[in-house]
């Protein structure tokens, strides 16, 4: 979790009140952050990654003084039409396609300005940029560059800069093979042939994005005027990284120009900073905070938060949400917002009125029956992860991919969907057990994530569970065998195996599960060639079913 260290007097100065170090602790995580840590001076405290505005004093500072009520609805930032250009070379959509910036002036710096700038930046980098790999910002002195600016790319032997820190020129190459940086991040430009670059109307080198800037627009605290590029592979993200930025420095004193970038089919104008509005019932926000508000205290309680609010009829609010909020997505977001705005330590502890006390939710009484029997047919109880990859889960297993669960920004790419099922895990696991002695009888109770269009997710979580034995003398009637007794232990009574075909399982060896008329699982032995390409030397048996579709 980020934290920032909040320093008393220049906190104070920020809020425009003096409060002592204790008043700041006990008041802070109203906010909605713990207290990390405090000394004789400051007050260390833990933010939630989403709340990437409070990685700076000021963001803290305004969030503060709205939920004392010193200062209360929207933030109000001006940007000024700038005359800078950024051109956008097409050649950059094959390594680092989207590019934003902005211009900041009159900044007064000094050491600590400067300290927290590098923080801020980082913490976008971590919290929006997937460690610079979505979003990658460059800060760079104005004075020491002439516009207008080029995004680019080029051969990673044909450029040579000081970047920042060193003293002597490097290619992009040594750049990635030398230097600190470029060892730690050359794994988001490798695989690229060309490596993004920003230049100016002279051809010096302002940044090699992701990785370095150039020692020739090191900021230091004689630097009043700033240009920020924002670089990266997802348009919406690196726009919130740059609004979070520049909203900032803004908040730090600075003055906001826009930059005009140019792409090859379109222009844009950086930064925006309007407003995003989104509805609020304010019904469904009093019933879930168990609060009987009207609308306008609703409504009060969201400026507090810094947000800003209209009545649009009876019991609806358009809220406008400043760009630096990139983490208020939907309505109960606002709900959260409105419950901040009325002070968590005015909430007070109720007493549920039904007679009724809590139990075990169906499906998890399910699921622990299940874990119980599977044990005691001499199962031993593995969990896998959510996330797999189409390698493992579909071509590995013999099966056609569908519909698919991906995630947009995978972190890696042995992690890039959500599974459908349980057994290629499974399988896997007996890949990673090899070692092991035989037999070897693992299952797994746990969800999968199947496409389902009419959700508000459009996805649903179902209940499986798999199970697989491997050792020299795994067959079909084994497994037969250990889905009747699964099934007989949880009460079933109208089900039916019958013969099928399952292209993970040995074709006439295969059989489906059957309850009533609705199939809710497979079996079978596991086809040699899965074997093979999990490098199995055993024969393996397997079954999975949906226990969604059991009752008991």
């Known amino acids: 979790m980020p934290v920032i260290t909040l320093q008393r007097d220049r906190f104070c100065s920020l809020i425009g009140r003096e409060l002592s170090v204790e008043q700041m602790a006990r008041k802070l995580p109203w906010l909605g952050v713990d207290i ?13 990654p989403n709340r990437i505005d409070f990685s700076s004093y000021a963001g803290v500072a305004k969030a503060f003084q709205g939920l004392m009520g010193w200062k209360t609805g929207l933030p109000q930032y001006e940007v000024n039409k700038g005359e800078i250009a950024l051109n956008v070379n097409p050649a950059v959509f094959d390594v680092r396609p989207y590019v934003l910036a902005a211009t900041v002036r009159n900044l007064e710096l000094n050491h600590d300005s400067i300290a ?27 004075e020491n560059v002439k516009p207008p600016f080029v995004y680019t790319t080029a051969d990673p032997d044909a450029v040579r800069f000081v970047p920042l820190g060193k003293t002597e020129e490097m ?9 600190e940086k470029g060892i730690a991040y050359r794994h988001v430009v490798d695989g690229a042939t060309r490596y993004p670059l920003i230049l100016d109307s002279d051809n010096r080198v302002l940044s090699f994005p992701p990785i370095i800037n150039g020692e020739l627009t090191r900021v230091d605290e004689q630097t009043r005027n700033l240009f920020i590029e924002v670089t990266g592979s997802d348009q919406n993200a690196i726009m919130k990284g740059l609004n979070v930025l520049v909203t900032a420095l803004a908040d730090m004193g600075g003055t906001l120009e826009s930059v005009q970038v140019k792409y090859q089919d379109r222009s844009v104008v950086s930064p925006d900073l309007t407003p995003q509005k989104m509805m609020l019932r304010t019904d469904h926000a009093c019933k879930l905070l168990g609060l009987d508000l009207s609308e306008q205290r609703v409504r009060n309680c969201l400026m507090r938060c ?64 299940v874990r119980q029997i599977m044990t005691g047919l001499g199962f031993t109880e593995t969990l896998n992860f959510t996330l797999t990859n189409e390698d493992v889960h579909y071509e590995k297993m013999r099966k056609k991919p569908k519909r698919m669960i991906r995630l947009a920004n995978p972190f890696s790419l042995e992690y890039s969907i959500i599974r459908e099922d349980l057994l290629p895990g499974l399988i896997r696991n007996l890949a990673d057990n090899k070692h092991e002695s035989y037999p070897q009888q693992i299952f797994e ?9 009419e959700a508000e997710t459009r996805c649903e979580r179902r209940l499986h569970v798999a199970a697989v034995s491997s050792y020299i003398n795994a067959n079909f009637t084994e497994v037969k065998s250990q889905v009747e007794a699964l099934l007989a232990n949880l009460g079933m009574a109208d089900w039916k195996i019958k013969e099928a075909r399952h292209p993970s399982f040995f074709e006439g060896r295969t059989a489906a599960i059957y309850v009533g008329q609705k199939k809710i699982g497979s079996l079978g032995e596991v086809h040699p060639q899965i074997l093979n390409n999990f490098q199995l030397e055993n024969p393996a048996c397997a079954f999975e079913m949906d226990l969604e579709e059991v009752s008991c």
């Open 36 to 48: 990390e840590e405090t000394g004789s001076d400051y007050v260390k405290i833990e933010f939630n």
């Open 116 to 142: 927290e700038l590098m923080e801020i930046q980082e913490d976008i980098h971590w919290g929006i940029g997937r460690d610079r790999k979505k979003v990658s910002i460059g800060v760079h002195n104005l």
């Open 171 to 179: 290619s992009l190459r040594e750049i990635l093979d030398k230097h």
């Open 306 to 369: 810094r947000l800003d609010a209209k009545r649009l009829d009876k019991g609806l609010l358009e809220v406008l949400i400043p760009a630096y909020r990139i983490d208020i997505l939907h309505e109960v977001d606002l709900v959260e917002e409105a419950a901040i705005g009325y002070g968590y330590f005015r909430l007070k502890q109720t007493t549920p009125s039904t007679v009724a006390t809590g139990e075990p939710h169906k499906s998890s009484r399910l699921a622990n029956l």
């Open 445 to 453: 109770v746990s969800d999968v994530m199947r496409i389902k269009e």
